[in-house]
C-alpha cells in the first residue's frame, strides 16, 4: 500500500514560522492531490490547503496569504510553509494522500499519522 511519513512542527511563538513535510512510499502508481488537514482539541478535522499534479491549490480562508502548500512530484513529497503563525493555529497537522496503485486502480485516499503544531502567544 502507501505509507506517508510526516516531518516538522513543533513549538513557535506567535508570529513566527514552521514547516512540515510529508513524504509517500510503497506501492504507488500516481498521486492525484496532496493537502494538510489540522485538527485542533475539541474540534473536528478541516482542511488547510492541497494542491492537484498541476500545481492548482486551495486555501482554507484562515490561512490564506500566510500558508505556502507545494509539492516535489519526482519525491511524492508535499510540504506546507506556515508564516505568521497565531495561536489559534494549533493543532494536530496531518497529511492527506490521494493514490493509485496500480493501473486503472481506483483513487483511494492515505493519511499520515499527523504532526503536532503549537503555537505560543
Known amino acids: 500500500q502507501v505509507q506517508l511519513v510526516e516531518s516538522g512542527g513543533g513549538l513557535v511563538q506567535a508570529g513566527g514560522s514552521l514547516s512540515v513535510s510529508c513524504a509517500a512510499s510503497?506501492?504507488?502508481?500516481?498521486?492525484?492531490?496532496m493537502g494538510w488537514y489540522r485538527q485542533a482539541p475539541g474540534k473536528q478535522r478541516g482542511l488547510v490547503a492541497t494542491?492537484?499534479?498541476?500545481?492548482?491549490?486551495i486555501y482554507a480562508e484562515s490561512v490564506k496569504g500566510r500558508f505556502t502548500i507545494s509539492r516535489d512530484n519526482a519525491k511524492n513529497t508535499v510540504y506546507l510553509q506556515m508564516n505568521s503563525l497565531k495561536p489559534e493555529d494549533t493543532a494536530v497537522y496531518y497529511c492527506?494522500?490521494?493514490?493509485?496503485?496500480?493501473?486503472?486502480?481506483?483513487?483511494?485516499?492515505?493519511w499520515g499519522q499527523g504532526t503536532q503544531v503549537t503555537v505560543s502567544s
Open positions: 510503497g506501492s504507488i502508481f500516481s498521486i492525484n492531490t
Open positions: 492527506n494522500v490521494g493514490a493509485k496503485t496500480y493501473p486503472g486502480s481506483p483513487s483511494k485516499t492515505y
Open positions: 494542491i492537484t499534479s498541476g500545481g492548482s491549490t
